[in-house]
């Protein structure tokens, strides 16, 4: 894998094989044709409400610890709303985004679904994670409401658990799981054993498993060693950093890697919490699939040496439509977007996308034209497969606490993972 350093780059090839820059090549240019048609950015405005406005209903954790990716992937879907209706709407119609507090709990989940479908809402975003996707979604499916799944990344939702009313904006966690095993095989090959700290749900306990096993196959001498599985909520971490950080080998800071499946608050708890054991200092590397730029700025000069996995980083991508993006949200929000912020925006042109295809706001035929209609991303331009996953590149990028740095960290590294490197 090509690593850019500080400077903004088009899609990083995972090999530099002709199939793969033909690829990249394909996607540049359809994202340029298409980013013409997005306008700039107006400054977000919060008087959305007029009558005839084509409401879409974003659930997502807006309060507690993990505020921060409600917050932010409705920063992104208001942004791309305010673009859309400063450009005529969709069908002549505004777009308004209703915002439910799903606290991160799939009971108040299924609560603001079913508020929404009362007052006749039947497009629904967000999710902060994949159990409360999972819990949704046979509701929703029940009341045919269509659940655009921005944040939750569960394979499951896709596969198993597949129904026609889901489709997801994020990578799969077998998508993220297989970047992060090619990465840790490619770039710390001097790593015998990897050690695990991740949240104990659905996704936490699939994620370690993909990554173990995706690994294995790449480097058969590689070891998986101990797992800490650590309850969602929790805030006070230290019993379960002990667990981790105990019983290591002398050598650990040269032979042990720590795959590490948190984010948001979840990931600075570990990090304020681990200090004390210098628990990070006792690992040769540490990839946070599912981390995101937002935890390195919480914590500044504290955060330690981490490579994320998700889906986007501004600078990774050069496109006409990501230039456009990262100005208009930092000119509103006086910050560059993250990851969450991108699955809002993504979201809000996915669907502008399908209800122009469609020429209707009727749940069928939305899902109908998402299944056909390409789809103009800050990422390029991309497309849904027949289980409702989309197509899209991982990101990687490393990002470091420096007390000497404007902002007390750096993210000196970064790579995109093409779509077809990261399929299975």
């Known amino acids: 894998m090509v690593l850019t350093t500080e400077r903004p780059v088009n899609i990083v090839p995972f090999s530099g094989t002709k199939e793969s820059s033909m690829i990249v090549r394909r996607m540049l240019v359809l994202s340029a044709l298409f980013a013409l048609a997005v306008p700039l950015a107006p400054s977000p405005s919060r008087a959305q409400g007029t009558a005839g406005a084509l409401k879409i209903g974003l659930i997502d954790t807006i309060s507690g610890a993990y505020a921060q990716v409600g917050t932010d992937t409705q920063h992104g879907a208001q942004l791309a709303i305010d673009e859309i209706n400063a450009a005529g709407g969709v069908g002549g119609r505004r777009l308004e985004l209703v915002v439910k ?41 029940q009341n045919d409401m269509l659940v655009m799944g921005s944040n939750c ?114 990931t600075a708890a570990v990090v304020k919490q681990g200090k004390p054991e210098n628990l990070f200092g006792k690992f040769a590397a540490t990839i946070n699939v599912g981390g995101s730029e937002p935890t390195a700025a919480q914590l500044g000069a504290d955060f330690p040496d981490a490579w994320f996995v998700y889906d986007y980083y501004h600078r990774a991508y050069a496109t006409a439509m990501n230039r456009r993006f990262v100005a208009a949200y930092q000119k509103a929000y006086r910050d560059a977007p993250n990851s969450w912020s991108y699955e809002g925006y993504a979201t809000i042109y996915a669907l502008r996308s399908a209800i122009d295809r469609a020429k209707s706001v009727g749940v069928d035929q939305i899902i109908a034209a998402l299944e056909q209609a390409p789809i103009s991303t800050p990422k390029g331009v991309l497309h849904y497969r027949s289980d409702h996953e989309l197509a ?3 990101t ?29």
């Open 153 to 266: 990344i569960a394979t499951a939702l896709t596969t198993t658990k597949f129904d026609k009313h889901f489709f997801r904006v994020a990578p799969s966690d077998t998508m993220l799981t297989s970047a992060a095993a090619q990465f840790a095989h490619e770039h710390f090959p001097a790593i015998g054993t990897w050690d695990a700290y991740a949240p104990d749900y659905v996704t936490g306990h699939d994620d370690w498993t993909f990554f173990s096993e995706k690994l294995r196959r790449l480097s058969p001498g590689v070891q998986t060693g101990k797992a800490v599985f650590v309850p969602l909520a929790a805030q006070d971490v230290r019993s379960y950093v002990t667990a981790l950080s105990s019983d290591l080998p002398a050598d650990s800071a040269k032979s042990h890697g720590l795959y590490l499946a948190t984010f948001g608050g979840a």
């Open 101 to 141: 507090d799903e606290q991160l709990n799939p009971t108040a989940t299924v609560q603001a679904l079913r508020e929404l479908q009362s007052a006749g809402v039947t497009i629904t975003m967000g999710y902060a994670s994949s159990a409360d996707c999972l819990a949704a979604l046979p509701v929703a499916a």
């Open 392 to 394: 899209q590149p991982v």
């Open 396 to 424: 990687v990028f490393e990002c470091k606490g420096d007390a000497s740095a404007p902002k007390q960290y750096t993210c000196p590294h970064w790579a995109a993972i093409p779509a077809d490197k990261v399929a299975k």
